[in-house]
């Protein structure tokens, strides 16, 4: 049972604008930066977004981060078909001494 | 060419042991932190064991505390799990991935998967 929770499904048509949430606490979310991650099927993950707002270069500007308190999000703008995957938030629990996933979430362009 | 390479997933039978080995090109290794993060079938990620660049510290979930092992060998830029003791549970695509608190994980090798069952 992981201690940061995802909406399980996400879903928009080309071009809209989808975001995702993550819900931690003080000594995950709170405490610490928040990354982001998109698994294509069959695939590995890929970093999205490092330091709660930062893309690693490559990655377009139509994925944001943010974060605010306990929580974090990543909106994914003008939704493209090649965006249809699993997302996944990550950060670290300073009270477990553990990186933590979150619960992920699969977003399906419609 | 930057990269992970994964080895050493396979079969094994409950209460075998495997050691999984992750090679290192294109970068650094030795000052680079580095992670185990592996994939049940069909479910989410689950990070599984790190190890930091420069002091060495190990870092365990607690699912596989007492049972696991991370190590690397600098001079071979290589990473190492050495698990024990496993548990049908443990069956898992096994990926390494390079980075830290600061980075986030931005290299994951392809994957090896891990089965146990008898």
């Known amino acids: 049972q992981s201690v940061v929770t995802q909406p399980p499904s996400a879903s928009g048509t080309p071009g809209q604008r989808v975001t995702i949430s993550c819900s931690g606490s003080s000594s995950n979310i709170g405490s610490d930066y928040v990354y982001w991650y998109q698994q294509l099927p069959g695939t590995a993950p890929k970093l999205l977004i490092y330091r709660n707002n930062q893309r690693p270069s490559g990655v377009p500007d139509r994925f944001s981060g943010s974060k605010s308190g306990t929580s974090a999000s990543l909106a994914i703008s003008g939704l493209r078909s090649e965006d249809e995957a699993d997302y996944y938030c990550?950060?670290?629990?300073?009270?477990?001494?553990?990186?933590?996933f979150g619960t992920g979430t699969k977003v399906t362009v419609l | 060419e930057v990269q992970l390479l994964e080895s050493g997933g396979g079969l094994v039978q409950p209460g075998g042991y495997l050691r999984l080995s992750c090679a290192a090109s294109g970068f650094t290794f030795s000052s680079s932190a580095m992670s185990w993060v592996r994939q049940a079938p069909g479910k989410g990620l689950e990070w599984v064991s790190a190890i930091s660049g420069s002091t060495g510290n190990t870092y365990y979930a607690d699912s596989v505390k007492g049972r696991f092992s991370i190590s690397r060998d600098n001079s071979m830029n290589t990473l190492y799990l050495q698990m024990n003791s496993l548990r049908a549970e443990d069956t898992a695509v096994y990926f390494c991935a390079k980075g830290d608190r600061s980075s986030g994980w931005d290299l994951w090798g392809q994957g090896t998967l891990v089965t146990v069952s008898s």
């Open positions: 990550a950060t670290w629990d300073d009270s477990l001494t553990i990186y933590v």
